[in-house]
């Protein structure tokens, strides 16, 4: 299992992330989920700086 504490040491680094989900929630089609992701990618854009590319 990948650490939940893993830290990118290159602030002007571009990264390649990809993510698993659990259970194969389907997290594209379920209304409240895709709440919950829209939700959590603008507050990690808002308040930690991320950059989407694609």
Known sequence: M??????????EGLYFISFAVVGWL???I???Y???LLESIGF????KGL????
Do not use: G, L, T, W
Request: aromatic share 12%; charged share 30%.
């Open 26 to 28: 389907d997290v594209f």
């Open 51 to 54: 950059e989407i590319h694609a």
């Open 2 to 11: 990948m650490s939940r504490n893993y830290k990118f040491h290159h602030p």
């Open 34 to 36: 895709q709440e919950i």
């Open 30 to 32: 379920r209304n409240e």
């Open 44 to 47: 990690c854009q808002k308040n």
